[in-house]
């Protein structure tokens, strides 16, 4: 849902709808100041699947996952301890979650399994599309997809895992976006003749 969010007030504020953008956020704050009590009760066990406000507060057990990841990382902090296997084999299997695939968060999985270097380059790579991705949605009648499904993905790489793991449509998307963001840089530079 926030990334959700974030793709539409990005679409809207890059499309120069500024005031679209305050009407709407004016709009959702006074309708969940008169009408947000009532709707979070309706709305409450759709969003929690079952768990407690404490468990969704802790974003389920993530944090905890997060935050073992810590000494993990610390032993090898520049290579990591292996992408997947390291918090999967290392931080996960220690706390008894053996079934469980990862850690569910793109930089904490990197992190651990490709240390800081790994960490570095991935950031590089997501930075270079991003800029690309915003100089071409600026530019006169440029394409603004290509910066919402950046967006959406950076949203949700937070809690789940999204391109770094080099399966899954979310990393097909990301290295499609890097590769052809690379070859619109260069059209955009040059002049029509």
Known sequence: YGALAIGVAVLLALRNRRMLVVSILLGAAIWMAFLGPQLL??????????QTTEEARGLTSRVEWWEASIPVWE???????????????????????????????????????????????????????????????????????????????LVRSVTGNTFESFQGLETVTFLWLALSLGDAGRAWREEPT
């Open 41 to 50: 009760e309706q709305v409450a066990p759709f969003l929690l699947r079952g």
């Open 75 to 153: 032993r090898s902090p520049l290579v990591g301890r292996g992408l997947l296997t390291g918090t999967r084999f290392e931080v996960l299997a220690r706390l008894g979650l053996r079934d469980t695939g990862g850690i569910h968060s793109t930089w904490v999985e990197v992190l651990v399994g490709t240390g800081l270097i790994g960490l570095g380059l991935l950031l590089a790579s997501v930075a270079v599309s991003v800029r690309r991705a915003l100089t071409l949605a600026l530019s006169p009648g440029g394409a603004v997809l290509p910066l919402l499904l950046l967006t959406v993905m």
